[in-house]
């Protein structure tokens, strides 16, 4: 049992070692020597991950040498060859589940993102809503509130041109239903704005 105490101990002071001897000068990071024509591809492989160890942290970071400095962010990339239908502009839509409602939306989209406000007409009482959401291709999957409630429609919309329709969950505290629902364009996006 000695002998292997020992072993262990000489091999985790020297990753110790290793991590203090591939830093440089004030905590700074080695980087990695290009590859050069006459190695081989596991001499590459090594190079690559020379930084990807958990004893390196960045100072300035405190994560792994190779994670983007503080303050950068990656945009939202479409994907690839899925495409993104337009959803923006102004929606009338007709809710049926156990009652018929009607919701009007003003909606804006950046790439994916959808999102906007409007009005939810229930039994002659009129509540603002706000909308959020994302498309997929030709999916909408849409998250509708009336503002100050805990109400909430969960849309799964198929935009067509001119015209969404699918389905919903309504729920509320103890509540939770079903429905369908049919929308139609009433205005394009540039006109959307003009109509607030």
């Not at 239908?85 to 049926?96: K, R, V, Y």
């Not at 409007?118 to 849409?142: I, K, N, P, Y």
């Not at 100050?148 to 935009?159: D, H």
């Given at each position: ?43 590459i492989s090594d190079l690559s991950f020379r930084n990807e160890s958990l004893f390196l942290i960045r100072a300035d ?77 030709d999916r909408l999957s849409l998250y509708v509130t009336p503002i100050g409630t805990q109400n909430l429609y969960r ?42």
């Amino acid at each position: 049992m000695g002998f292997r105490s020992v072993v262990i101990a000489l091999a985790l002071v020297g990753c110790l070692n290793a991590t203090v001897f591939a830093e440089g000068s004030k905590n700074q990071i080695v980087e990695p020597q290009s590859p050069g024509e006459e190695m081989s591809g596991s001499v590459i492989s090594d190079l690559s991950f020379r930084n990807e160890s958990l004893f390196l942290i960045r100072a300035d970071t405190g994560m792994s040498p190779n994670v983007p400095a503080k303050g950068v962010r990656t945009p939202v990339a479409a994907i690839q060859g899925l495409g993104i239908a337009p959803a923006a502009g102004s929606w009338s839509f007709t809710l049926t589940d156990t009652a018929t409602r009607y919701l009007s939306l003003d909606l804006y989209q950046t790439v994916d993102a959808v999102f906007g406000s409007g009005e939810l007409m229930d039994r002659g009482t009129t509540a603002q809503v706000t909308a959020g959401g994302t498309v997929l291709g030709d999916r909408l999957s849409l998250y509708v509130t009336p503002i100050g409630t805990q109400n909430l429609y969960r849309f799964s919309l198929t935009i067509k041109p001119g015209s969404m329709d699918g389905d919903y969950i309504f729920t509320a505290p103890g509540i939770t239903q079903p429905g369908v629902a049919f929308g139609s364009l009433v205005a394009p996006q540039g006109a959307a704005g003009q109509n607030q």
